[in-house]
Nanobody, 122 residues
Framework: QLQLVESGGGLVQPGGSLRLSCLAS????????IGWFRQAPGKEREGVSC???????YYADSVKGRFTISRDNTQNTGYLQMNSLKAEDTAVYYC????????????????WGQGTQVTVSS
């Protein structure tokens, strides 16, 4: 069964950090781009960051300089390091995979995780 499972979400104070993980099972991530998306209540899903199968990275303007995406193909896992978190980063975060270099368009992605909640609040 092809599956992506996110972990690492939680409650953090403004200015804090979290590291999200995305573990793939049933397929290998080597040839896939990994994307991170988020959806806040009442808002549309938006692309946060992606890393292509060639290692190229893209970030939404709202997270540039604060978030870092990475991957460890030996662990079949993708990561999203989130620093200097703000209240507006509060959302459910989803990882997704597509067989290419990726992008921040959700429709391009074939496989999706179930999401992990990130709440930034004092």
């Amino acid at each position: 069964q092809l599956q992506l499972v996110e972990s690492g979400g939680g409650l953090v104070q403004p200015g804090g950090s979290l590291r999200l993980s995305c573990l793939a099972s049933g397929f290998t991530l080597d040839n896939y781009a990994i994307g991170w998306f988020r959806q806040a209540p009442g808002k549309e899903r938006e692309g946060v960051s992606c890393i292509g199968n060639d290692g190229s990275t893209y970030y939404a303007d709202s997270v540039k300089g604060r978030f870092t995406i990475s991957r460890d193909n030996t662990q079949n896992t993708g990561y999203l390091q989130m620093n200097s978190l703000k209240a507006e980063d509060t959302a459910v975060y989803y990882c997704a995979a597509e067989p290419g270099i990726g992008g921040l368009v959700a429709d391009w992605y074939e496989y999706w995780g179930q999401g992990t909640q990130v709440t930034v609040s004092s």
